[in-house]
């Protein structure tokens, strides 16, 4: 694996977005996994507000997603919760919560956007593609199912990516918040899929039944 240049320069803090609908030990996995191979000192939660690619979808309240992942998380200091795009109003863009959180650690964090390699063939179509990779780098990690993505394509498309990219080969983890809502709702347990005090949460809140 090789670390652009500035790793270790800066404060090393890693950034794991999604809808969270709901929050999944997948995630945690994720999350744990680029926290060790990139030596991250914190990795912030970032649950989505309106998200754009989900424009017209059912989603879970914005209040129950934040507090399912403040109840995942509990106990992990390496861990926060930032509710920056569920805050801000209109749809929801990478890119200007890169530039917030740039502007929150005052340009003293090396920032890694963390992402599946399902993603990536469609970063060209997000909002200033350029701009993301100027404020961050990203970091991809395996689906279940997705191929390795195309770097060279992804190079042509966005000029300076490959100096901005991080493959991770592991985990691949085999859990979607898709199959777990579908779960719930043909009322099967989830309580191997999701934290305890989450598969708690959507039981008391009735979610997505």
């Given at each position: 694996m090789v670390i652009p240049n500035g790793y270790g320069e800066k404060k090393r803090v890693g950034i794991l977005g999604g809808t969270f609908d709901p929050v999944h030990n997948g995630h945690l996995a994720i999350a744990r996994e680029a926290r060790a191979e990139l030596e991250l000192e914190e990795v912030i939660f970032v649950p989505a507000g309106r998200p754009w690619m989900k424009a017209g979808q059912d989603i879970a309240p914005a209040a129950d997603r934040v507090e399912m992942v403040r109840l995942a998380i509990a106990?992990?200091?390496?861990?926060?919760?930032?509710?920056?795009?569920?805050?801000?109003?209109?749809?929801?863009?990478?890119?200007?919560?890169?530039?917030?959180?740039r502007v929150e650690y005052c340009g003293d964090a090396e920032l890694y956007f963390i992402m599946g390699w399902d993603s990536?063939?469609?970063?060209?179509?997000?909002?200033?593609?350029?701009?993301?990779?100027?404020l961050c780098t990203l970091v991809a990690l395996p689906r279940p199912g997705s191929p390795r993505p195309d770097i060279i394509a992804l190079e042509r498309a966005?000029?300076?990516?490959?100096?901005?990219?991080?493959?991770?080969?592991?985990?691949?983890?085999?859990?979607?918040?898709?199959?777990?809502?579908?779960?719930?709702?043909?009322?099967?347990?989830?309580?191997?899929l999701v934290p305890e005090a989450v598969a708690e949460y959507i039981g008391e809140k009735g979610l997505y039944r």
């Open positions: 106990g992990q200091d390496w861990c926060r919760l930032s509710t920056i795009e569920i805050d801000r109003p209109g749809p929801t863009y990478t890119v200007d919560t890169l530039e917030a959180l990536l063939p469609g970063l060209p179509r997000w909002k200033e593609p350029l701009r993301i990779i100027r966005i000029p300076g990516l490959l100096g901005r990219l991080i493959i991770l080969e592991r985990p691949e983890v085999d859990v979607s918040a898709t199959e777990i809502r579908e779960r719930i709702a043909a009322g099967l347990p989830v309580s191997d």
